[in-house]
Nanobody, 123 residues
């Protein structure tokens, strides 16, 4: 079993930055792919970024590419999402997710989820 706990959400002005953290406990961190998804009210949960813990490969949604960076600290079993140049449309609940194996974009591939952290961007 894997437990995921997100933190770091909050309110920021457009153009600002936030860093989200996802602390993992349970199975060996190095065997998982970790991802961030986001969801606006009434909308589907969508993929934002992922990192393969075994090889360090990363993948980003087009909407965040060049502005968001996913990174991991294996010693702390923590994954980060650095979000720069935030836009009002980035306002969502952000969820950390984990799966074994390769990076995947569809939410149904992920077995473990955190509780979510709210990000609000004011214009």
């Amino acid at each position: 079993q894997v437990q995921l706990v997100e933190s770091g959400g909050g309110l920021v002005q457009a153009g600002g930055s936030l860093r989200l953290s996802c602390a993992s406990s349970g199975r060996p961190f190095s065997t998982y792919t970790m991802a961030w998804f986001r969801q606006a009210p009434g909308k589907e949960r969508e993929f934002a970024a992922a990192i393969s813990m075994s090889g360090g490969l990363t993948k980003y949604a087009d909407s965040v590419k060049g502005r968001f960076t996913i990174a991991e600290d294996a010693a702390k079993n923590t994954v980060y999402l650095q979000m720069n140049s935030l836009k009002p449309e980035d306002k969502d609940v952000y969820y950390c997710a984990a799966k074994t194996g390769f990076i995947a974009l569809a939410r149904y591939n992920y077995n473990y989820w955190g509780q979510g952290t709210q990000v609000t961007v004011s214009s």
